[in-house]
């Protein structure tokens, strides 16, 4: 479509908008503008959150067992997750929140 075509085929949109708007209700324009701007952010959202999940390069790492553990604590609910494999190098999420590390030392029994 040439780009002179679009900005005709807005403003017809935009007049059939404003004679509906007139000529019935205003929520009958209103209604599917909202669902319109719902579903752009919605999709928006879900494509920022899959961008940040991406996998680590190579296969897991097993963590050593040495004289210390690694955990990792939600802030929010308080589930604790113990590091078995390290798959990446940030630190998972739970909540919709990044995890804190928190990393213990043990003692010799």
Not at 23 to 41: H, N, Q, R, S, T
Not at 50 to 60: Q, R
Not at 89 to 101: F, Q, V
Request: hydrophobic content about 50%.
């Amino acid at each position: 479509m040439p780009p002179g075509g679009r900005v005709v085929l807005w403003a017809l949109l935009a007049f059939g908008a404003t004679v509906v708007a007139v000529v019935f209700d205003p929520k009958w324009v209103l209604a599917p503008l909202i669902g319109v701007a719902v579903y752009k952010v919605g999709t928006t959202m879900l494509r920022s959150m899959a961008a940040d999940a991406h996998a680590a390069p190579g296969p897991p790492q097993p963590v050593l067992h040495r004289a210390e553990r690694t955990l990792y604590w939600c802030e929010q609910c308080g589930a604790e997750l113990l590091l078995v494999v390290r798959g990446a190098t940030g630190a998972p999420r739970h909540c919709g929140e990044r995890m804190h590390e928190r990393v213990e030392l043990l003692s010799d029994q």
